[in-house]
């Protein structure tokens, strides 16, 4: 899914269940949806945004990760 604007791609996340320990897998697999970001897009596609409040969210964003990026290099 490429080309329209936030479209969302998919990936598969697979978690191994070893010797029946189904709560560490579950810890696991919580780890890596919210890594990967689908708790926040599934938030995001609950209520409509604005325009407008899309742009300022995208930008709030940038600057956040600038900063950290910045914080990292010193």
């Excluded at 936030?6 to 996340?13: C, E, N, R, W």
């Excluded at 320990?21 to 926040?40: P, S, T, W, Y």
Aim: aromatic residues 4%.
């Amino acid at each position: 899914m490429m080309g329209k604007k936030g479209a969302m791609q998919l990936k598969d996340i697979t978690v191994k269940v070893i010797d029946n320990d189904v709560e560490r897998a579950m810890k696991i697999l919580k780890k890596k949806i919210q890594n990967d970001g689908l708790f926040k897009r599934l938030k995001m596609k609950k209520n409509f945004e604005k325009p407008s409040q899309y742009r300022r969210r995208k930008m709030r964003e940038a600057m956040r990760r600038q900063r950290i990026a910045a914080s990292r290099r010193k």
